[in-house]
């Protein structure tokens, strides 16, 4: 066999900043300083992220999302450890009851990748996962509680896991008779596309419940052709899929990025769902606009993208008070707002 047959070797995910100067994403003069970061917040980059990385340019937007930054010991006074309320509707190790109709399983802890707006920074990237004794608990709430229709499985990303587990676990879901939807919430296609295989896709689904993905991506040069791929696989296969997107500055705060972003969800076969305003999560002030900011990209939007690209602006309200929309209002007394900005009479008695 020559040097040209064999295989090369599977490239490292990312994890210390000694790793991240030495494939040039950071100059090794701030590898002491991130050390510090990396001490309090995971980071993880796959080597499909690093390649999109543009380290000759400072304001490159996937940088910014996962390449630490010293900014991130800074806390201002209202970003805060939960920042969304998860601890207030913990039922059980692992399961969040926020809305009557459906639970969150944080199945793991770790992800592919670590977002640094990530509002779970304080919590995940220990490596550990929920313990089978802990699941079985969680199954037992959701078996027990006939209000349940949905279970969403986050942590986290579950799509790390195994598609023995998965398939374990949505076969326990399906054989619940009022659990009607598993929804998974990941970065995966995105950030590590060669781990959507058929086994994986396969163990999504069972019979008696729907399957839905949700995807996280923030900017459209993450949509590559392999993540394209990968998301293709999974909407062959009959999964619907939904999109997640944090409104971050910096990243995708024009109208044209979120534009294109939008579009290219929609051509992977993707329903742009929600656009997030940034959690008060702590160190990721540098990220965040003001709701008039984002509010004045929604009525952008809607001139620009069809119906079918338009994700709902919303909040999730601090102290675990839930998700509100908080896209702009084109009504007025007698009057509506056209997309392009003109007035109308119209009666809204």
């Known amino acids: 066999m020559n040097d040209m047959s064999r295989s090369k070797p599977a490239a490292a995910t990312l994890r210390r900043p000694r790793e991240l100067a030495d494939a040039g994403l950071i100059p090794a003069a701030d590898i002491a300083a991130l050390n510090e970061v990396a001490a309090r917040y995971a980071v993880a980059i796959t080597p499909p992220v690093a390649a999109l990385i543009d380290s000759a340019d400072p304001r490159d937007p996937i940088a910014a999302q996962f390449v630490p930054d010293v900014a991130e010991l800074s806390t201002t006074p209202d970003e805060r450890a939960d920042p969304i309320g998860d601890a207030v509707h913990v039922v059980t190790p692992g399961l969040i009851h926020r809305y009557p109709d459906r639970v969150l399983l944080k199945l793991v802890s770790s992800c592919a990748v670590y977002c640094r707006f990530c509002f779970r920074r304080e919590t995940v990237g220990q490596g550990d996962s929920l313990s089978p004794s802990d699941l079985a608990a969680a199954l037992a709430y959701v078996r027990d509680h006939g209000e349940v229709s949905e279970v969403i499985v986050s942590g986290g990303d579950p799509l790390i896991a195994s598609p023995r587990r998965l398939r374990d676990l949505v076969v326990s879901l399906a054989d619940v008779p009022h659990v009607e939807v598993v929804r998974f919430h990941t970065r995966v296609p995105v950030v590590a596309p060669e781990r959507i295989t058929t086994d994986l896709v396969a163990a999504l689904k069972a019979d008696g419940v729907a399957t839905w993905v949700a995807i996280h991506a923030n900017h459209p040069r993450e949509l590559t052709d392999d993540a394209r791929a990968a998301l293709a696989r999974l909407a062959d296969a009959g999964v619907p899929l939904v999109s997640q997107t944090v409104l971050l500055r910096g990243v995708n705060d024009d109208a044209k990025t979120l534009a294109d ?72 007394d007698d009057v509506v707002e056209d997309p392009n900005g003109g007035s109308h009479p119209y009666p809204t008695a």
Do not use: C, N
């Open 261 to 332: 972003l939008m579009r290219a969800f929609v051509r992977a076969r993707v329903k742009p769902y929600y656009l997030h305003h940034a959690d008060l999560a702590p160190g990721t002030a540098r990220f965040r606009t003001t709701i008039a900011e984002g509010q004045a990209l929604m009525k952008a939007l809607r001139g620009r993208v069809s119906g079918l690209a338009q994700p709902t602006y919303v909040l999730d309200i601090p102290g675990g008070h839930g998700k509100v929309p908080i896209g702009p209002d084109y009504l007025g």
